[in-house]
T-cell receptor, first 111, second 114 residues
Framework: AQSVSQHNHHVILSEAASLELGCNYS??????LFWYVQYPGQHLQLLLK??????LVKGIKGFEAEFIKSKFSFNLRKPSVQWSDTAEYFC?????????FGAGTRLAVHP | GAVVSQHPSRVICKSGTSVKIECRSL??????MFWYRQFPKQSLMLMAT?????????EQGVEKDKFLINHASLTLSTLTVTSAHPEDSSFYIC??????????FGQGTRLTVV
């Protein structure tokens, strides 16, 4: 069965630190990959997505992710985090119209 | 981006009663809607997929008689938790899709069964 793994469950950073959140997906099936963010008390928002083409994907709010097929990975990065990036981040893959989510990574950014 | 509205955002009900949650796509026609459940500190688990005018497809382990899904139009899907029990307390989230694997999420409904 298709799956998504996020290995970092909790990450704590200071402002201006660089961020990289890991995401690995299982082999097989359509590889449409997403990163969603859920700010406290708010609904899920799409940060970025990859369907095909350039493996380096730019998203909103300064986030980017790199699709590395050989490693089955789609890690999320941001060069300098802000306090407002405190949230939970979910990696997901889409079979046609159906999303499978990773367990999420809770990021806390301290001023 | 497209807007998906979910109502109510919070509901408290007595054990044994039924609760209906609505999911509306406000500015687009959603060919498919999805219902997820999120347990505390866990990821979203897909419960069912519904296409307008047809029966919902439930994921393994989800009781279709317990969680009734109706997708009567291209802009509205409802989830009814029947005979709710405390273990049904959770955060329920809907999403709506208008194309190739792109889904927009509602703000979620926190259900508490007392």
């Amino acid at each position: 069965a298709q799956s998504v793994s996020q290995h970092n469950h909790h990450v704590i950073l200071s402002e201006a630190a660089s961020l990289e959140l890991g995401c690995n997906y299982s082999y097989g099936g359509t590889v449409n990959l997403f990163w969603y963010v859920q700010y406290p008390g708010q609904h899920l928002q799409l940060l970025l997505k990859y369907f095909s083409g350039d493996p380096l994907v730019k998203g909103i709010k300064g986030f980017e992710a790199e699709f590395i097929k050989s490693k089955f990975s789609f890690n999320l990065r941001k060069p300098s985090v802000q306090w407002s990036d405190t949230a939970e981040y979910f990696c997901a893959r889409g079979g046609y119209n159906k999303l499978i989510f990773g367990a999420g990574t809770r990021l806390a950014v301290h001023p | 981006g497209a807007v998906v509205s979910q109502h109510p955002s919070r509901v408290i009900c007595k054990s044994g009663t039924s609760v209906k949650i609505e999911c509306r796509s406000l500015d687009f026609q959603a060919t498919t809607m999805f219902w997820y459940r999120q347990f505390p500190k866990q990821s979203l688990m897909l419960m069912a997929t519904s296409n307008e005018g047809s029966k919902a497809t439930y994921e393994q382990g989800v009781e279709k008689d317990k969680f009734l899904i109706n997708h009567a139009s291209l802009t509205l899907s409802t989830l009814t938790v029947t005979s709710a029990h405390p273990e049904d307390s959770s955060f329920y989230i809907c999403s709506a899709s208008r194309g190739r694997a792109e889904a927009f999420f509602g703000q979620g409904t926190r259900l508490t069964v007392v």
